[in-house]
């Protein structure tokens, strides 16, 4: 069975409490992205840290209940941070940054790097059979095997997630195909 590749760069996601702080408003959307009912903002905030500082870090919506900051392993070098690898909500003990924009800052938790992840309906998991955790084989000048978690929920486009370092590691790109193996 194969699948598509998204690569996930550095990005925001916001609760409301922080989003009024940031920007004073409602996110605008810049366009819509493959996860139903998810899109890139218009609206850019910079993380800070007491080391270093990223700018133009996109924020995702739309509003969740948490706040939370993706990062690659190549940004937490740079921030002098060391997030734990987690999945989407699991931000305890993760790392604390500084968010500015343009009408306020907040410091908070909640800067990880995202697992490696597959996004499927329950029911296509159920109908496969898919266990929670599988094997893609990547092809190409530069193959592999990359563990990948699964990540159900009712609605779900079929893809494969990756952060710029692991798309970079196997030369991979948005809408690449990858193939899932049994090992």
Do not use: W
């Not at 218009?42 to 996109?58: M, P, Q, Y």
């Not at 993706?70 to 931000?91: C, Q």
């Not at 992840?117 to 955790?133: A, F, S, W």
């Not at 193959?143 to 893809?159: H, L, M, Q, R, T």
Request: proline share 4%.
């Amino acid at each position: 069975m194969k699948t598509t590749v998204g690569i996930s760069n550095r990005h925001v996601h916001l609760k409301q409490s922080d989003l009024d702080i940031l920007f004073g408003q409602d996110l605008t959307v810049k366009n819509k992205i493959n996860q139903p009912g998810q899109f890139a903002a218009n609206e850019l905030v910079t993380i800070k840290t007491d080391k270093a500082e990223i700018s133009n870090v996109r924020v995702l919506g739309p509003v969740r209940g948490y706040t939370q900051i993706e990062i690659s392993k190549t940004d937490a070098y740079k921030l002098g941070l060391n997030p734990p690898v987690r999945t989407s909500g699991d931000l305890e003990n993760s790392e604390v940054v500084t968010l500015i924009g343009p009408k306020g800052s907040i410091k908070t938790n909640g800067c990880i790097i995202a697992d490696r992840h597959l996004h499927i309906t329950y029911q296509d998991k159920e109908k496969y059979h898919m266990p929670d955790k599988i094997y893609v084989k990547v092809g190409g000048i530069k193959p592999g095997i990359i563990e990948v978690n699964v990540k159900a929920s009712d609605e779900a486009y079929f893809e494969i997630h990756l952060d710029t370092d692991d798309a970079n590691a196997f030369l991979l790109k948005n809408g690449d195909e990858v193939e899932i193996v049994d090992l």
